[in-house]
């Protein structure tokens, strides 16, 4: 691909793997991202795919646990957000041909009553646990390449269940692999683990892999760790092929891209009051907290973007809108079923729900920083349909701060939990704040006292 550029090439993770990894994992060999939830395995997987994608070669990536639009979107995202950053010439022809060289399948809905990388029945001998996963991941691979004639080069299995995997899975994975030609790439969920500083030694590595990974170790020939660092994510190398003495990467990575954090990543970390005039809220306009977030705005001096749609029935905020029309609104379209498994309640009877989840879809997309008013619930999803952005923000993997009005306090999405914030300020230029349209005194009060914290008091 003649527009790949050079500086893209050089801030790519994967050229940093192809330097301390012997020339990168290789074809008919398996990787795997370990990490806890939430740091960032998907992003890096996507980002190592987009990085094969704009060097032509050809992709296929199975998702577990996404649909293919939210899999599709999480791309465009990731691609965005690095053709902005790096300066890539002529986006709009690379993404044509990333498209002609992606192939996206899901694999959520292959069973009923249980992800597909689990044994069905549960009740089956232990020798059959994964064996549906493989089957299926088998199965989209013969098809991508006998039925849509496409013989891909690498292979992303995104949101494979290790926890009930044998030896006999990874085997099968590891000779799919070798049939097919391609590089695969596996992500794992890990649990609580001790943090890895620096390279571990030979007789090290295998104990320094957090499990569930650790018992799989012989069949995988190269295992990557990302642990969460504050505003970063650092990546460490568990596992490089038989090679005894592993490189120390000291890679910083921005957790919403996965691209190698230099001075180009502007974020507002001052500790003092900040000029509000290079702040831009992104939000809806709706009455209540939106409205008050808007106003808030207005009166310290930000910039302000409302995206909303003709006929929004709560609309109290005319300063900065943006009407979208059904074909913007279809970019942030989403299945109302993943939605409502996403927050596990039914969302078809809310009145426009489908356009005001398109329109939340814009104002996080937007945000690198989002700020929400509402009731935390105790599955950790944020109440009614304000609870779609903090969901996105939270796949995203953005620094989502909730403001609980039942509660009456500021809590931080830790990338495993919400965790008490006292006294949280905008640290972000680009910052979403939505919520409830049930904005209390106390909500409002806390809405007024970020931008104190943040900006100051204001002359009026």
Not at 283 to 303: D, M, P
Request: charged share 25%; glycine share 8%.
């Amino acid at each position: 691909m003649a527009i790949y550029r050079k500086d893209v090439s050089e801030k790519s993770p994967m050229r940093v793997f192809e330097r301390s990894i012997h020339g990168g994992l290789g074809r008919g060999n398996v990787g795997a991202v370990v990490s806890r939830a939430g740091i960032g395995k998907t992003a890096l997987l996507v980002q190592l795919a987009l990085d094969d994608l704009m060097r032509d070669r050809k992709v296929l990536h199975i998702a577990h646990e996404s649909p293919v639009d939210r899999v599709r979107a999480y791309y465009d995202e990731i691609f965005h957000e690095l053709a902005l950053v790096l300066g890539l010439q002529q986006p709009e022809a690379a993404r044509l041909d990333i498209e002609r060289n992606r192939l996206i399948f899901s694999l959520l809905d292959t069973t009923p009553k249980a992800p597909p990388s689990q044994p069905t029945p549960l009740s089956g001998p232990p020798s059959s646990r994964g064996s549906v996963s493989v089957a299926k991941v088998a199965e989209t691979v013969r098809f991508a390449r006998d039925v849509a004639q496409f013989v891909p080069q690498t292979i992303v299995i995104d949101g494979f269940d290790f926890d009930v995997a044998t030896s006999d899975t990874l085997a099968a994975i590891g000779a799919l692999a070798r049939e097919s030609g391609a590089e695969v790439w596996l992500s794992a969920k890990s649990g609580a683990h001790a943090p890895v500083n620096g390279p571990p030694s030979a007789s090290e590595a295998r104990a320094s892999t957090p499990e569930p990974l650790r018992r799989f170790y012989d069949h995988l020939q190269v295992i990557l760790l990302l642990q969460s660092d504050g505003d970063e994510v650092r990546l460490q190398i568990i596992k490089d092929h038989d090679n005894p003495d592993l490189s120390d990467l000291h890679l910083a990575l921005d957790p919403k891209t996965m691209r190698v954090v230099d001075e180009s990543i502007v974020v507002a970390r001052a500790t003092g009051p900040r000029d509000p005039g290079s702040f831009h809220l992104y939000s809806g306009g709706a009455q209540g907290a939106e409205a008050t977030f808007g106003a808030s705005a207005e009166r310290w001096g930000c910039q302000e973007t409302h995206f909303s749609f003709d006929g929004h029935p709560f609309v109290a905020r005319e300063r900065g809108r943006v009407i979208l029309g059904d074909e913007e609104l279809g970019k942030g379209d989403f299945s109302l079923v993943y939605a409502s498994h996403r927050l596990k309640r039914p969302l078809s009877q809310i009145p426009n729900i489908k356009r005001i989840l398109q329109t939340v879809w814009h104002q996080i997309t937007q945000a690198e920083e989002v700020f929400v008013i509402g009731s935390l619930q105790d599955d950790g999803t944020v109440r009614g349909g304000t609870g779609w952005g903090a969901e996105l923000a939270r796949l995203w993997n953005k620094p989502t701060c909730v403001f609980d009005q039942e509660k009456g306090a500021w809590f931080r999405w830790d990338m495993t939990r919400w965790e008490r914030e006292e006294r949280p300020t905008i640290q972000r230029t680009s910052f979403a704040g939505i919520g409830t349209t049930r904005l209390t005194t106390e909500g409002k009060k806390a809405i007024e006292q970020l931008f104190a914290r943040t900006f100051g008091e204001t002359r009026s």
